[in-house]
């Protein structure tokens, strides 16, 4: 990131070259399998900026070097999505017998991944509570290879000591890669905390308008040629349009968050002063497990986070309160325009930890609708709860 002008100018520059675009202020979308060389001697010496599409285009590489910039790594390769992404960081740190270390509190598809695809090719997984801190060291093995962080944690917010527990793993030369999906680098910045790989489901707030699917690996130099192997060895990579999508998100990308900031707050803020409201789980919030390192290793919070309901309301309480919502949509994905609400039960996939709270769970995305509108529709539903059954 070149120091003399802020992150939301950088973000307006990236990735494109007016003088190379013939003054068009954005890049070309640059479609295609074949590139001609001008010579034998260039065709057997690969001798051009791009070979094959496979290996690359303008459009990607646009996308690949922004990014690499935004967070601060030495490259990044794209998949065309974020389970894409995870499934490529760790294929290029894994091998067969090696012993994988994962948060209990992981995105549930890369938990998927772990138990079905990498067991099939001899890769344990073990899962370990998320806020372990120094006590990771006693479930290192000498055949750990990895250890996988994703701060906050899916569904309940956990926040993780990342510079601890990556500090802990270099020493014993094991890799680190962490999903950064909830803070995006805007907000948080992994290879500065010590990760060696750093996933992004573009899906989410790089989109920012729920219409593409892609994921993002940043690594830093010391993983960079493995991860690039790895990608190349494979050829899964996003279209060009969606390459193109991407960049026309990150322009606005700094602006998205910093109103998803506020307005997810200023609804937390609410939400906590609602008798029918038990815990939130907001990372900005003190009840939020991990809060302090939040504060001392991030810029600022999204506008995901979750909810635990007093035990007085059972599950079908909570459907009357969701599905009678205007303005909520109930679905899965978050990080676009429109604001998202689901139920959850973390209760009954994980292994290493045990949920505690007695009250229904609820996870809210909050997207660009006024915040005022929002809270008067959460307040509609709080009131079904009491309704009778
Ligand atoms: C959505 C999500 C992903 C996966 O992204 P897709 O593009 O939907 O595959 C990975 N990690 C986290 C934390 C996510 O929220």
Redesign the pocket.
């Known amino acids: 990131m070149k120091k003399q002008v802020q992150l939301a100018t950088r973000l307006t520059q990236l990735g494109r070259n007016v003088k190379d675009q013939y003054g068009f202020v954005n890049g070309p979308i640059y479609r295609g399998s074949t590139v001609v060389f001008a010579s034998v001697e260039d065709l057997e010496h690969s001798r051009a900026a791009f070979a094959y599409g496979t290996m690359g285009t303008p459009t990607i590489k646009n996308l690949e070097d922004a990014w690499t910039e935004l967070a601060g790594a030495a490259g990044t390769v794209m998949s065309p ?4 992404a ?1 499934s490529l960081a760790l294929m290029s740190t894994l091998k067969a017998g090696d012993h994988l270390l994962m948060p209990d509190t992981v ?1 549930r ?2 938990r998927k991944f772990c138990d079905l695809t990498l067991k099939k090719f001899g890769v344990t997984t073990e899962y370990y509570d998320p806020l372990v801190g120094e006590g990771i060291i006693e479930l290192m093995r000498p055949e750990t290879s990895t250890l996988f962080l ?1 701060s906050p944690g ?1 569904q309940t917010f956990e926040i993780q000591d990342v510079p601890l527990m990556t500090r802990l793993a270099r020493e014993r030369g094991i890799k680190t890669i962490i ?1 950064n ?2 803070a995006t680098p805007v907000f948080f910045q992994a290879h500065r905390h010590g990760c060696d790989l750093s ?1 992004e ?4 707030y790089l989109s920012g308008h729920s219409d593409l ?3 993002l690996v940043s690594a830093n130099a010391e993983s960079w040629p493995a991860l690039r192997a790895t990608y190349d060895s494979m050829a899964m990579l996003p279209g060009a349009e969606d390459c193109f999508l991407a960049l026309r998100g990150l322009r606005t990308l700094h602006i998205r968050l910093q109103e998803a900031q506020n307005r997810a707050l200023k609804i937390a803020r609410w939400l906590a002063e609602q008798p029918e409201v038990k815990t939130l789980l907001h990372p900005a919030f003190e009840s939020c497990p991990g809060h302090a390192f939040w504060q001392r290793d991030f810029s600022g919070s999204s506008g995901l986070f979750s909810l635990v309901l007093d035990p007085a309301w059972d599950k079908a309480a909570v459907t009357r309160m969701l599905d009678g919502l205007s303005l909520f949509g109930m679905g899965y ?2 990080g676009g325009f429109e604001s998202l609400i689901i139920p959850f039960d973390c209760t009954d996939y994980r292994t290493a930890t045990r949920w505690t709270h007695a009250g229904q769970t609820l996870r809210l995305q909050i997207g660009l609708e006024d915040p005022d509108d929002l809270i008067a529709d959460l307040r509609q539903g709080l009131d079904r709860l009491h309704a009778p059954a």
């Open positions: 999505s974020g389970l894409g995870i995105y598809p890369t994703e899916s999903d999906t909830w996933v489901a573009g899906t989410k699917l892609m994921g994905s978050w």
